[in-house]
């Protein structure tokens, strides 16, 4: 076995960016010219995601192969090379159900299973399977130490080292260093009470990565040096960031990749992070500016909407612009003013989503952009409704609607198809009725584009894939009814079954698409539809409260 392994905890508190951590170390070693893979154990008892509120978890990762994963895989695709899927994110549900899976099978020739060697054994296979084909192997384990649920998985890494060796291991603790305003100081004691709680589990950690506001001054690091176990040089300030894209450049400037492959004992090159520095440069100094609405009903919490977020900041960065995001809750968009929610916007976006909920406030937002020619983009449920928007408003169809949230409508556009063939040409069946787990069309399928279109004009080809998270699908009953009032099917199913991309044709730039776009954006190849979204966006004025267009611009400040 060839592999490295670094094994990533945190302390204190949660959300202080083990994910963003592992994805930049996971950078920092590829621009040294190592292969690496991620893995992200959670220790949650969902067997995944999938159904959880976004409120509580945050957004849904999808990958190729079809599994909703958590959010920090999105980091992980974003600052890496790395390709993710089911096999880079474990949960406790996961885990249990595969060794009661094997218990009932009597694989374990009728002896007594336990949390230890079972429970633990079965981690650790999860780990190594990942390590026969890259030079290092980056662990993130969820939760916050001291919590009983990751108990489990922080003995089966504890383990690792044992069956590894030190040589070929690395523990990394993430932990909180506050500044407090009235004593003028950062305070140590909370990363000490949390690597105490981790060496009571068993494990040392060899580097201490502090989340603070501030650089740690010589003093501070020494002092967590000693009272910590780890070596001076081993305390790594982990710096709040005007971008999180500086996050590698900062941990290579305190020295991180430089600990680290002097620990792992590995021979590299020198890293080149001149990408890095130059992306950074684009995001700070931009030239332009623009605004984007998103219309959502999970805006309250951001992270419901983090790859999105990130896909819109690097169609900025394609156009060395600046994008201020404002976020519009879809159900106070269903009792206020569109003019006065959507004032200046310069383009606007209708996200992903699932249920009733805020539904008519989105579609409220659809008729606003095509009636004012605001660059509109709709991603999945945000294309669903500019379909239905259309349908009423354009084609006639009043009653227009999607039988997901009204089974009764006379025009149901948008409908649940009962029987389809996935991406491994298996049929396959379901119903209202269908676990809502194992319903959707998941993962990568292809789209054949029309090249007379505004999607042939982003991606400059004829046939693309792209990942999908949905139940529900166009209706080809209305595909005629719908093309005689000016709608455009541009992107379809190989077979011609399945409308994956609509346009408006007399719109400057109005586009739907039933994937997601934003799962396959990354910070240095930003994803062509948000390119051109920030790019259309640019060349529009918007609209001011009283829906006359704005005779001015705004200009970006230096500093973005």
Known sequence: ??????????????????????????????????????????????????????????????????????????????????????????????????????????EYLGGTVQVIP????????????????????????????????????????????????????????????????TAGELKTKPTQHSVKALREIGIQPDIILCRTSRFLTPQVKEKISLFCNVEKEAVITAKDVESIYEVPIVFHQEGLDDRLVEMLNIWTGRPNLRPWDRLVKRIKNPKRLTSIAVVGKYVHLKDS????????????????????????????????????????????????????????????????????????????????????????????????HSSEFDVNTTAPVIYLMEQWVDRKKVVQKRDIHSDKGGTMRLGIYPCKVEEESLAFRAYNRKMIWERHRHRYEFNNGFREALTKSGFKMSGLSPDGDLVEIIELKDHPWFLGCQFHPEFKSHCMDPHPLFRDFIRASLGNKGVDSSGKRKKGRARSRQGG
Do not use: W
């Open 1 to 106: 076995m060839r592999s490295k392994f670094i094994f990533i905890t945190g302390g204190v508190v949660s959300s202080l960016g083990k994910g963003l951590a592992s994805a930049s170390i996971g950078a920092l070693m590829e621009s040294r010219g190592l292969t690496i893979s991620l893995l992200k154990f959670d220790p949650y008892i969902n067997v995944d995601p999938g159904t959880m509120n976004p409120f509580q978890h945050g957004e849904v990762f999808v990958t190729d192969d079809g599994a909703e994963t958590d959010l920090d895989l999105g980091h992980y695709e974003r600052y890496t090379h790395a390709k993710m899927g089911r096999q880079n994110n474990y949960t406790t549900g996961q885990i249990y159900d595969a060794v009661i899976s094997k218990e009932r099978r009597g």
């Open 305 to 400: 909407y983090k790859s999105l977020h990130e896909a819109l900041i690097h169609g900025g960065i394609a156009n060395d612009c600046r994008v201020d995001l404002k976020y519009v809750d879809s159900e106070r968009m269903e009792k206020e003013k569109a003019a006065e929610l959507l004032e200046g916007a310069s383009g606007i976006l209708v996200p992903g989503g699932f249920g009733q909920r805020g539904i008519e406030g989105k579609i409220k937002a659809v008729k606003y952009a095509r009636e004012n020619r605001i660059p509109y983009f709709g991603i999945c449920l945000g294309m669903q409704a500019a379909v239905i928007e259309f349908a009423r408003n354009v084609a006639g169809l009043k009653r227009a």
């Open 118 to 181: 079972h429970i633990t054994d079965e981690i650790k296979g999860k780990v190594l399977d990942l390590a026969d084909n890259v030079d290092l192997v980056i662990v993130e384990v969820g939760g916050t130490v001291g919590d009983i649920e990751s108990l489990p998985f922080l003995e089966a890494i504890r383990q690792l080292q044992s069956n590894l060796g030190r040589e070929n291991t690395a523990y990394i603790h993430l932990t909180l260093v506050p500044f407090i305003e």
